[in-house]
């Protein structure tokens, strides 16, 4: 099946700075590309849906300047959360949609980020 | 608004039980139904059902999709310690996926 990464998979920083994470389809182009996040025993909440060479669509309650959400090609989306506050900390998880002709129009997961901000 | 309900919200089991997971939706715009088993990690995809009555089917797991009912099981035979994990359903209703809250399994030896 399709493959998706996301770098880094663990990240540890300081209150205040900020923290980008990648997340790239590896054999597949994904015009779309999906930022979620999730809980300690919560299921996956989606925070913003990322559409290549154009704005995100941010979901209800996300902030916008605080995640940041850039999709400059068709295999990469990159998210910053900028200014980062322990409450952030989180596991961030990635999909990307293929829709190469003759798949299975789903999406594909990435490996997830594990954010700590201390 | 789309929703997805799965049930129950976790399960204890022992080896070689059978267990049935349930997941109830609603949807404006269907497109898919899939299930995911999630570990420690990202979501990993176990099936996507599109059409009504048919059972799909990967070793010892298998779902099947009521259309009309509005609801999907997934059903895993002969459990195994390292079936332990979240189970998500999740609907694909065109550029968005709606999760359900997802159903703990745990299988003791």
């Known amino acids: 099946g399709a493959v998706v990464s996301q770098h880094p998979s663990w990240v540890i920083c300081k209150s205040g700075t900020s923290v980008k994470i990648e997340c790239r389809s590896l054999d597949f182009q994904a015009t779309t590309m999906f930022w979620y996040r999730q809980f300690p025993k919560q299921s996956l909440m989606l925070m913003a849906t990322s559409n290549e060479g154009s704005k995100a669509t941010y979901e209800q309650g996300v902030e916008k300047d605080k995640f940041l959400i850039n999709h400059a090609s068709l295999t990469l989306s990159t998210l910053t959360v900028t200014s980062a506050h322990p409450e952030d900390s989180s596991f961030y998880i990635c999909?990307?949609?293929?829709?190469?002709?003759?798949?299975?129009?789903?999406?594909?997961f990435g490996p997830g980020t594990r954010l700590t901000v201390l | 608004e789309d929703k997805v309900v799965q049930s129950p919200l976790s399960l204890v089991v022992h080896e070689g039980d059978t267990v049935t997971l349930n997941c109830s939706y609603e949807v404006t715009n269907f497109r898919s139904l899939l299930w995911y088993k999630q570990e420690k990690k990202a979501p990993t995809f176990l099936f996507m059902l599109?059409?009504?009555?048919i059972e799909k089917k990967s070793g010892r797991l298998s779902s099947i999709l009521d259309k009309k009912e509005l609801f999907s099981i997934l059903n895993i035979t002969a459990t195994q310690t390292g079936d332990s994990a979240v189970y998500l359903c999740?609907?694909?209703?065109?550029?968005?996926?709606?999760f359900g809250g997802g159903t703990r399994l745990m299988v003791k030896p």
């Open positions: 999909s990307a949609r293929d829709l190469t002709p003759g798949s299975t129009d789903t999406q594909y």
């Open positions: 999740v609907l694909n209703a065109g550029n968005m996926l709606t």
């Open positions: 599109t059409s009504s009555g």
